[in-house]
């Protein structure tokens, strides 16, 4: 478990009641997700019709590209959940930012391929995960807290080679590739940035209410609902496409 996490907390409402919460969640996420963290056909014919470095638009195609990612903006919210000094906070985010950048720009440069289904499976598994982390569920189950730093980083270099899966998507020119790729990355973290701005400007009103410790439980099963339905929509789409 992260600093400050509870060991598994209690329903804070009927479980009827909250299997349809869970439900109601998951079926949103099904509609919506065919629309997020996508690239779209004006951003590809763009990309594939400029040469040369063009900082400002991969800046701009770095920060859509987070904002938009249900996957990376749920594991990044539990990776914060329980984090409360902001030294924690931003050693796990800094952590998550150097596990992307790395393989994000390896895996353009060098071309390395990962099937876009297979990668943003294993994505939304870290959101499973990571619920289940913040439940402390690990130490109940099987008497063990895996280290959460160490999580982090490999599940962040997990996503860097999602958004590597997606850049290479744009099929962009080999003209000024290394500056575009630095700059899609500045993107991603200034979309990051301001991602984790909202995230934790919500969380510290939510702490202050009484409310939080029972809430905080039924918001890591939605969290890891939510995981669940992205990884079955990528394994569906994997074997249907």
């Known amino acids: 478990m992260t600093p400050n996490s509870r060991a598994l907390l ?18 949103l996420l099904l509609a919506g997700a ?21 900082p400002i638009a991969f800046i701009y195609l ?11 903006l749920l594991f990044l919210a539990g990776v914060v959940f329980f984090l409360y000094r902001s030294k924690d906070i931003a050693t796990y985010v800094s952590i998550f930012a150097i596990g992307h950048s790395v393989t994000m720009i390896a895996g353009v440069w ?3 391929s990962i099937n876009a289904y297979i990668i943003d499976a294993i994505i939304a598994f870290s959101v499973v995960y990571k619920a289940l982390d913040n439940l402390g569920a690990f130490r109940l189950w099987f008497g063990v ?72 439980y039924a918001a890591n099963v939605l969290m890891m609902v939510a995981g669940f339905a992205l990884m079955g929509l990528q394994i569906t789409g994997y074997f249907v496409a």
């Open 10 to 27: 209690r329903p804070p409402v009927p479980w009827p009641a909250f299997a349809a919460l869970c439900t109601l969640l998951a079926s």
């Open 145 to 216: 807290q895996p280290d959460t730093k160490a999580a982090t980083l490999i599940f962040g270099l997990l996503h860097g080679f999602g958004l590597a899966t997606k850049i290479q998507d744009y099929d962009i020119s080999p003209d000024g590739l290394l500056g575009n790729l630095i700059a899609f990355n500045v993107g991603v973290e200034l979309g990051q940035l301001m991602a984790l701005a909202l995230i934790l400007t919500a969380m510290t009103h939510w702490r202050a209410r009484p409310a939080f410790a029972r809430q905080a």
């Open 62 to 72: 770095g920060a859509k590209h987070m904002v938009t990612g249900y996957d990376h």
């Open 34 to 54: 065919a629309l997020a963290h996508n690239v779209t056909e004006g951003d590809a014919g763009y990309v594939q019709e400029v040469t040369g470095f063009r």
């Open 110 to 112: 060098w071309s390395i």
